[in-house]
């Protein structure tokens, strides 16, 4: 593709018109590079690297003079050719730029396409976007640093979005002439306040709005036990039997547990409570530098096992149920593994919900968990001991930079509003730290070595293999999750034994939980005893439904449940009511 290597410009081909100019570029974007700060001494100001990607991005792309040439020349011609658009537009006449707009919700004010000054702004953001994107494809760069330098301009693009600007919105600039400019003391107000209280980001939700134990996490119960890690929270029973088989909730511990239940109407534990399950739920504990040590042995030990044994002595039953979500499915299914290993036949069935047991391909996620990344992000915790809970917001907030960041930074400080309430993005700023020693393992052995996939992970004294699993299962996935894809997902469900029943939502990594019967709601849902080694093959032969996948779950989980029986009491003697739920542990900050 590259004229030349440009690792190697000092040696320029005889006879190579651009030998000199290569090198010069080489030298100036090795310059450029180190003025990003791309060395030892600052490199922890940027933990996955994207300064050191972007470098390498600027050293490929000086490196090949001809390609750089012709993008360039291309990008001034269209640029010159939405300006005569524009030009042809201002005075009546219905031209089309070079670039055809798509659909974009930033863009939906009709000024962007009927006043011919932002119909050129936009025209002229879609080809710097595209004149990127092509030095990006031109460029010589291995996968990694590829998905890296790919991330960093697509926020660098996202930030320099006309629509985040007060000159180049209209629509704020329609509501400061409506308001007599009180939208914009509004707004400078919401920024003041965001940056002395919010890390300088735009707030996503009002304090206060929404509260564990109230809007929040509210379904009744009751916490039975507690350990320095986690509280285990009994649901009181709504219905005058129960199943035999109780149902134990294995939340993630990146994240508050009440995802799995939110609200009232929302709530995935409700739902199952309200269909005659005795539930409990594991809440995690938000830790700091008093649990730096914590290991992934220990969350499985202490978390997982400890609850389970809770679990059998209050309700008496020999199997349990389980169902897990993201990482917390993750270790659900290491547990069933680590059981099987020891022949132990504790677990009736496991439901998992947008988990990865398969790491190969990460989603999104992955431009954070390469080997660099993973060393710079183990000295950044090692002075705390824990990575604080804003890092892990920022970083689930910039996967999503256009809905998460920038629409509030047009909604609080452009247009002087307050952001909408919603429960979800209340849950999502209620953020947790990560023990150092947890998170650089867990990084390391799934992210970075796939180990459970492989059969290679042990964990308090077990080696993991995932095919001795014999349960039957469920698997929940979501075809727009950018976290855990569902391909991937499909990959994982592969790895274990027993029947599967594979789902795909129409939905993302948290709608996929939160997914009450709705009218919009839809599942696909295979017809085969075993699933094909192609995803796309599974697709293919899928029904789709016209309903949540709560609703196709509801009976599966029913026939793994057992008989109707009178509810357990809530607590024991040896494990008695501690406190009503949600408990302490949840309103840690």
Do not use: C
């Given at each position: 593709m590259n004229a030349s290597n440009p690792s190697n410009p000092s040696n320029p081909s005889n006879g190579d018109p651009w030998s000199e100019l290569r090198r010069d570029a080489v030298e100036i974007a090795s310059s450029i590079q180190s003025l990003l700060g791309i060395d030892s001494a600052t490199a922890d100001m940027d933990p996955a690297g994207f300064g050191a990607a972007l470098g390498k991005l600027a050293m490929s792309v000086a490196g090949n003079p001809p390609a750089l040439s012709q993008s360039a020349m291309d990008y001034g011609k269209r640029s010159?050719?939405?300006?005569?658009?524009?030009?042809?537009?201002?005075?009546?006449?219905?031209?089309?730029?070079?670039?055809?707009?798509?659909?974009?919700?930033?863009?939906?004010?009709?000024?962007?396409?009927?006043?011919?000054?932002?119909?050129?702004?936009?025209?002229?953001?879609?080809?710097?976007?595209?004149?990127?994107?092509?030095?990006?494809?031109?460029?010589e760069l291995d996968a990694a640093t590829r998905r890296k330098a790919d991330f960093a301009l697509r926020q660098a693009l996202d930030a320099t979005a006309p629509t985040n600007w007060l000159p180049t919105n209209p629509a704020a600039l329609k509501k400061a002439f409506d308001t007599g400019g009180l939208s914009l003391l509004r707004g400078a107000g919401n920024v003041l306040r965001d940056m002395a209280t919010n890390n300088g980001m735009p707030r996503q939700v009002t304090p206060g709005q929404f509260r564990p134990g109230r809007e929040l996490a509210a379904t009744p119960g009751s916490v039975v036990f507690r350990n320095r890690l986690m509280e285990l929270i009994q649901y009181k029973p709504q219905t005058e039997t129960v199943h035999q088989v109780p149902l134990l909730f294995s939340p993630p511990w990146i994240n508050k547990y009440y995802i799995m239940d939110l609200a009232p109407g929302k709530s995935l534990v409700e739902w199952a409570v309200r269909h005659g399950h005795t539930c409990f739920m594991i809440s995690y504990r938000n830790p700091d530098e008093t649990l730096a040590d914590l290991t992934m042995s220990d969350y499985l030990r202490e978390g997982l096992l400890v609850a389970l044994e809770v679990v059998e002595e209050i309700t008496g039953a020999p199997q349990t149920n389980l169902i897990g979500l993201c990482l917390g499915g993750t270790m659900a299914t290491g547990m069933l593994a680590w059981l099987a290993g020891r022949g132990e036949d504790r677990i009736r069935s496991l439901t998992v919900l947008n988990t990865l047991l398969d790491y190969t391909v990460p989603g999104q996620l992955g431009v954070f968990t390469d080997e660099a990344a993973v060393q710079r992000l183990d000295r950044v915790m090692a002075s705390k001991g824990y990575l604080p809970s804003d890092s892990m917001a920022t970083t689930f907030n910039l996967l999503r930079g256009r809905d998460l960041v920038w629409n509030y930074v047009v909604n609080n400080w452009l247009l002087g509003e307050q952001p909408a309430p919603f429960d979800i993005l209340s849950w999502n700023s209620d953020s947790t730290r990560m023990p150092a020693a947890m998170h650089i393992e867990y990084l390391r052995s799934l992210y970075l070595e796939n180990r459970l996939a492989k059969g290679e992970l042990e964990l308090a004294g077990e080696k993991l293999d995932l095919t001795r699993i014999s349960q039957d299962s469920y698997f929940v996935s979501a075809e727009r999750d950018h976290i855990a894809l569902w391909k991937a997902v499909y990959a994982g469900a592969r790895l274990i034994g027993g029947t599967v029943r594979f789902m795909l939502s129409n939905s993302g990594h948290i709608a996929g939980v939160v997914n009450p019967p709705n009218p919009k709601s839809k599942h696909w849902v295979g017809t085969a005893e075993t699933l094909p080694a192609d995803p796309e093959a599974w697709r293919q032969q899928a029904t789709e439904v016209a309903k949540s996948w709560w609703e196709d779950w509801t009976p599966w989980i029913a026939k793994q449940a057992g008989p109707q029986q009178a509810p357990p009491p809530m607590g024991s003697t040896m494990h008695p009511p501690l406190e009503a739920a949600p408990g302490s542990y949840v309103r840690e900050t």
């Open positions: 010159a050719q939405a300006v005569v658009t524009a030009t042809l537009r201002s005075i009546g006449l219905n031209r089309e730029g070079p670039v055809k707009p798509v659909q974009d919700a930033r863009f939906a004010d009709p000024a962007w396409t009927t006043n011919p000054l932002f119909y050129l702004v936009r025209q002229q953001h879609a080809l710097l976007e595209g004149f990127l994107q092509d030095l990006l494809d031109r460029a």
